[in-house]
């Protein structure tokens, strides 16, 4: 059973930095896109960056610049570097992983469980 656990949240200062982890485990042939979404109370989730596996990254525009994806493959880890972080960047976040358990099968969505980011003084 694929599983993502993901750690580094927790409660932050205005223009401090926070890094957040999502470690995917189980048994899977490649990992084709891992992202990071976010959801604050009252709003919908939202999408915080991509980086489809080749490199390609994309970031919402309230974040770029200040966010930064990056995975390594070796540990089938993808992380979220946070720096600059504004009020509002606070909310839970998820990382989600669009896997393909085998080299032929469809790639399917998995979400970790939430991390909570505050940021506040």
């Known amino acids: 059973q694929v599983q993502l656990v993901e750690s580094g949240g927790g409660l932050v200062q205005p223009g401090g930095s926070l890094r957040l982890s999502c470690a995917a485990s189980g048994s899977f042939w490649s990992i084709d896109v891992m992202g990071w979404y976010r959801q604050a109370p009252g709003k919908q989730r939202e999408l915080v960056a991509t980086t489809i596996s080749g490199g390609n990254t994309n970031y919402a525009y309230s974040v770029k610049g200040r966010f930064t994806i990056s995975t390594d493959n070796a540990k089938n880890t993808g992380y979220l570097q946070m720096n600059s972080l504004k009020p509002e960047d606070t909310a839970v976040y998820y990382c989600?992983?669009?896997?393909?358990?085998?080299?032929?099968?469809?790639?399917?969505?998995?979400w970790g469980q939430g991390t909570q980011v505050t940021v506040s003084s």
């Open positions: 989600n992983a669009r896997i393909r358990k085998y080299y032929s099968s469809p790639v399917l969505d998995y």
